[in-house]
């Protein structure tokens, strides 16, 4: 936060919302689905590789804009297992950009200590992309900031899947497998995500209201923030003003509200008076 508020000056609108967020209720882990790169080039009259390459920017700002701010986790959705039914040259240009990203950002990930950690089935990516990723989580995997999860050849059901099998792998190789015991903590560290909490907020741009196979499990009581703004557009103010929303919302997961916590007591305390 304080790293965050040293690069905005007095003057810079942002100031004023980065000041209304409150330093200790921070999400420890932010979700992104990072959608609209094609509908944006559409209204440019531009191809929708356009679009894409444009996003590239806003993963830049948002990365950087997360890691000032002091969030333990940030997990970007960049290439969902059903995006490979787009035309070959779109997801060409993906690798491009996904390599080119790689390359140019490697630096500051460095200098704000971020680790990249890839999320989904990277075997399956060209052998080049794969390559340089591998290479970046690698050379980042000292840093002790932010962790930065990019989703790539992600999804939700494929995630539990391999999960699964990775359960019964591990209880076939250790002879536990006739008295397997399944339970959600189990579930939880065979996820790709196994060592990160669960995000406690997930944004989507471009205002489609679906999770499209994203973290399925670990966004059981993620609080849902849906922007209308195009990805290629998201920018500091706009994660700033989802933080900000963030804090305003009354998270129960299925209990009561501190306040009505305490008029429940006082109830009790009446009824045992009387
Ligand atoms: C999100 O933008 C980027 C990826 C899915 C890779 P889209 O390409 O889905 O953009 P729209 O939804 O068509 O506008
Ligand atoms: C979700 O966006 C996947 C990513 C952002 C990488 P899509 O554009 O693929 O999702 P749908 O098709 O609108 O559900
Ligand atoms: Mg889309």
Same mark, same amino acid.
């Given at each position: 936060m304080k790293a965050l508020l040293e690069t905005l000056r007095p003057g810079d609108p942002d100031r004023k919302l980065a000041e209304s967020i409150d330093p200790l209720r921070l999400p420890a882990h932010i979700a992104i689905i990072m959608d609209g790169n094609g509908r944006w080039a559409r209204q440019r009259s531009l191809p929708r590789v356009a679009g894409h390459k444009a996003g590239v920017d806003a993963v830049r700002e948002t990365v950087e804009t997360c890691a000032r701010l002091g969030i333990g986790a940030l997990t970007l959705y &960049?290439? $969902?297992? *059903? =995006?490979?039914?787009?035309p070959r040259t779109e997801v060409e240009t993906l690798w491009r950009l996904l390599r080119f990203y790689l390359h140019r950002e490697l630096d500051l990930l460095q200098e704000n200590r971020i680790r990249l950690s890839a999320l989904g089935r990277?075997? &399956?990516?060209p052998a080049i992309v794969r390559e340089d990723l591998e290479e970046c989580c690698s050379k980042t995997a000292q840093n002790r900031g932010m962790r930065l999860n990019l989703a790539i050849n992600y999804g939700g059901r494929a995630e539990l899947v391999d999960a699964f099998n990775r359960i019964l792998d591990n209880a076939r190789r250790d002879g536990s497998l006739p008295v397997l015991d399944v339970d959600e903590d189990l579930i939880s560290s065979a996820?790709?995500? @196994?060592d990160q909490p669960d995000p406690d907020l997930l944004i989507r741009t471009s205002? *489609?209201? @679906?999770? $499209? =196979?994203?973290?399925l499990w670990q966004i059981a009581y993620s609080e849902l923030y849906v922007t209308e703004t195009l990805w290629p557009d998201f920018r500091r103010a706009h994660l700033l003003r989802a933080v900000a929303d963030y804090q305003k919302r009354d998270r129960r997961f299925g209990g009561l509200t501190a306040s009505e916590d305490d008029e429940q007591l006082v109830e009790v305390a009446g009824v045992r008076k009387a």
């Open positions: &960049a290439f $969902s297992v *059903e =995006n490979w039914k787009r990277i075997d &399956a990516l996820l790709y995500t @196994r205002g *489609e209201m @679906r999770v $499209s =196979n994203f973290l």
